[in-house]
């Protein structure tokens, strides 16, 4: 049982440039959500899904787009890189909106 | 305007040396309250769910509680292994929105 699996660890992009952060759970877990996290700033809303072809948006959602074709994988597109979106991203899922997250190990994103 | 605040930002204790730390809420429609603990590099990992006023929760050197505006990590002879960083993160709903908001966490470093 993995949990909450992310790729890539690490990542450095061009501004301008696009990628994909993958994002997979293995626990059948309905929800599933993106964050972003910055030096004194905690934890910040990326998109959210409640489940296979439903998703919304967060706090933050400008600059990313998600899909959720499976319950398995949340796949995070950055459409268009911008140094402000230098963070760490972490995926989480949860059997349901209103239960504890299980987080993965995130990502580390620098965009020059 | 629905915040979380958690206190002090930083802790140095001495192995032994029990103390406490904040997480305070203004939020309407509370559904539950969230503690977890990161380590450095690390994804947030789940400690406890408070979902009403007056109810607690264990776990080793650990307790949390809960009141209508603030909820308190009491840490107990704490250990070098707890040294972590704690976070606080509030679920609430209105109108069929939900929200979950995380707090800044709270810095803890247990000194031999």
């Known amino acids: 049982n993995a949990g909450v699996t992310q790729t890539p660890k690490f990542q450095v992009l061009k501004t301008g440039q696009s990628m994909t952060l993958q994002c997979a759970q293995d626990m059948n877990h309905e929800y599933m959500s993106w964050y972003r996290q910055d030096p004194g700033m905690g934890l910040r809303l990326i998109h959210y899904?409640?489940?296979?072809?439903?998703?919304d948006q967060g706090e933050v959602p400008n600059g990313y787009n998600v899909s959720r074709s499976t319950t398995e994988d949340f796949p995070l597109r950055l459409l268009s890189a911008a140094p402000s979106q230098t963070s760490v991203y972490f995926c989480?899922?949860?059997?349901?909106?209103?239960?504890?997250?299980?987080f993965g190990p995130g990502t580390r994103l620098t965009v020059t | 305007e629905d915040q979380v605040t958690q206190s002090p930002e930083a802790l140095r204790l001495q192995e032994g040396e029990s103390s406490s730390l904040n997480c305070s809420y203004t939020?309407?429609?509370?559904?539950?309250l969230f503690w977890y603990r990161q380590d450095p590099g690390k994804g947030p990992e789940f400690l406890f769910t408070l979902y009403s006023a007056g109810e607690e929760k264990e776990k080793e050197r650990l307790k949390a509680t809960l009141t209508k505006k603030e909820s308190f990590l009491h840490i107990t002879a704490p250990k070098p292994e707890d040294s972590a960083t704690y976070l606080c993160?509030?679920?609430?709903?209105?109108?069929?929105?939900?929200?979950?908001?995380f707090g800044t966490g709270t810095r803890l470093k247990v000194l031999a």
């Open positions: 993160a509030v679920q609430a709903s209105t109108s069929g929105t939900y929200k979950y908001i």
């Open positions: 989480a899922s949860s059997r349901d909106r209103e239960y504890e997250q299980y």
């Open positions: 939020v309407s429609g509370l559904r539950g």
């Open positions: 899904s409640v489940g296979a072809g439903i998703t």
